[in-house]
């Protein structure tokens, strides 16, 4: 015998299955759907010890893109790539809690195809002040790290600044965290300000060869915690903008190497409207090893893009200088100094689908130029 919510929710089913299709029409997504909880002040969750039948209040939405690559100088052929298969939930399940579940499908570059639980979140909500949330999520470093998870389809481009990319394809920051994470708005009138604090386990540098995961998902190489905390600023009087700064620190353990602190500085400014996209990041990480060196590497990215009607050209920049000697992101093959320029153009041709064109020319420090054409369809649905 069915309950009366799997009644209803098995009735908006048929109601939506039995009519042409396109009837039960979703808005254009144009943003990640929202971790934010609200809070019903009239609930009767809030007033009652009895189960409201209106939860759990249950979102799924779909990701996927295919892009061709064309290298020149590269040592890689030309080839179709099926990209990320990216399933999101989003589940309502009382008036201060949720959850958030985001699973990954890729083939990898031995054509295997693997899934990832990319997040997992429990979330509640005490107050607009302090929502707390623990699981698996992306770190709130910068702002391209907490504004484009998985899906493709919200970036202008056909992917991340290198540097910023995933732990996993040759990123260089600890993009994913398992822990705690406390945020909310600090009242402050005109300025609209919120935070970020952090706790979960650290960031981890195993050799590329080492069939081991690259996040510390149920082990972490160090007693000592990860931290990260992070300021954001919305100011009333500048509309679209948003201005940022964190600090991250951890104790790691690179394979085969000392114990080493790690401190992440990083600042971000933010402009987005209709007509005009810019983002701007930078990145300070110094590596202090307990008998060695201390390090110093920097990285930035500027990006800008300008929309017209459903045609939205785009330019990018990405710099990154990290020391030979940095005994960390030698073991992972990312130390040297390169910059990369992007330039790209997305047309949005309906409103769930887009195609991308991006011509990336990188530079490494002591050789030559490379440079490759990637064309991309990004889908949601």
Not at 153 to 170: H, I, K, L, M
């Amino acid at each position: 015998r069915l309950n009366r919510p799997t009644l209803r929710v098995l009735r908006c089913l048929v109601a939506c299955c039995g009519k042409p299709y396109g009837s039960c029409p979703r808005k254009r997504p144009n943003s990640y759907p929202s971790t934010r909880l609200s809070v019903s002040t009239n609930s009767r969750q809030s007033h009652s010890s009895q189960p409201d039948e209106s939860y759990p209040r249950v979102r799924f939405s779909g990701f996927a893109d295919l892009n061709y690559h064309i290298t020149h100088r590269g040592a890689v052929p030309s080839h179709f790539e099926l990209g990320e298969f990216d399933l999101f939930i989003n589940s309502r399940i009382s008036d201060r809690a949720g959850v958030i579940a985001e699973t990954v499908v890729a083939a990898g570059d031995d054509n295997k195809f693997g899934m990832d639980v990319e997040r997992l979140i429990f979330q509640y909500k005490f107050s607009d002040a302090f929502q707390l949330d623990a699981g698996r999520f992306h770190t709130a470093l910068g702002y391209y790290n907490t504004a484009y998870h998985h899906g493709t389809w919200f970036q202008s481009a056909t992917g991340r600044p290198d540097f910023v990319n995933y732990e996993d394809s040759g990123g260089i920051l600890p993009v994913h965290m398992v822990g705690l994470s406390l945020h909310g708005a600090i009242p402050s009138g005109k300025l609209g300000l919120s935070y970020f604090a952090e706790v979960g386990n650290g960031h981890l540098f195993h050799d590329p060869t080492a069939n081991v995961g690259t996040v510390a998902n149920v082990a972490d190489a160090a007693n000592a915690k990860a931290v990260n905390f992070a300021l954001v600023a919305k100011p009333e009087a500048l509309p679209g903008m948003q201005f940022g700064a964190g600090l991250y620190h951890d104790m790691i353990v690179p394979d085969g190497q000392h114990r080493t602190e790690e401190n992440i500085a990083n600042a971000h400014v933010v402009f987005k409207d209709a007509a005009w996209e810019f983002i701007g990041e930078t990145y300070a990480i110094s590596h202090a090893a307990d008998r060695g060196l201390t390090t110093h590497s920097t990285a930035w990215f500027a990006q800008v893009a300008r929309q017209f009607g459903a045609w939205r050209p785009y330019l990018r920049y990405t710099w990154v200088d990290i020391p030979l000697g940095d005994a960390a992101y030698s073991l992972i093959g990312v130390a040297g100094k390169h910059h990369v320029t992007s330039v790209g153009l997305r047309w949005d041709f309906t409103d769930y689908a887009a195609y991308k064109i991006q011509l990336d020319q990188r530079t490494p420090e002591g050789a030559p130029t490379t440079s490759e054409l990637a064309l991309q369809l990004a889908l949601t649905f």
